[in-house]
Nanobody
Framework: VQLQASGGGLVQAGGSLRLSCAASGRTTGGSNMGWFRQATGKEREFVAAIRSSGTSPYYADSVKGRFTISRDNAENTVYLQMNSLKSEDTAVYFC??????????????????WGQGTLVTVSS
């Protein structure tokens, strides 16, 4: 599975960005896709994940109510709509794919496939 992420950039605090991640290769119907992020000097952390069907979104507490994950199965693409951005959201965001488990599982078990990161910078 290959993952291509895009959509990062510079935005002011309170603003919005939408990240996209397109999956290609041997994807399966029972998969989950999600997003992680890593800020400078910090460990990578889970952000959000969703089932291949586009159901059961699961979010980290830090983004709940501000970020929305969605999936377009026709395009095999997952999106992360980020609203009310804060300076602490600044990080490199990584797309991930897992063939098993659930969106909640992606929060605790390292996914098998990763895309390249896309940088999100929120200025205060």
């Amino acid at each position: 599975v290959q993952l291509q992420a895009s959509g990062g950039g510079l935005v002011q605090a309170g603003g919005s960005l939408r990240l996209s991640c397109a999956a290609s290769g041997r994807t399966t119907g029972g998969s989950n896709m999600g997003w992680f992020r890593q800020a400078t000097g910090k460990e990578r952390e889970f952000v959000a994940a969703i089932r291949s069907s586009g159901t059961s979104p699961y979010y980290a507490d830090s983004v709940k109510g501000r970020f929305t994950i969605s999936r377009d199965n026709a395009e095999n693409t997952v999106y992360l709509q980020m609203n009310s951005l804060k300076s602490e959201d600044t990080a490199v965001y990584f797309c991930a794919y897992s063939d098993w488990g659930s969106p909640r599982t992606m929060a605790t078990v390292v996914p098998e496939h990763w895309g390249q990161g896309t940088l999100v910078t929120v200025s205060s």
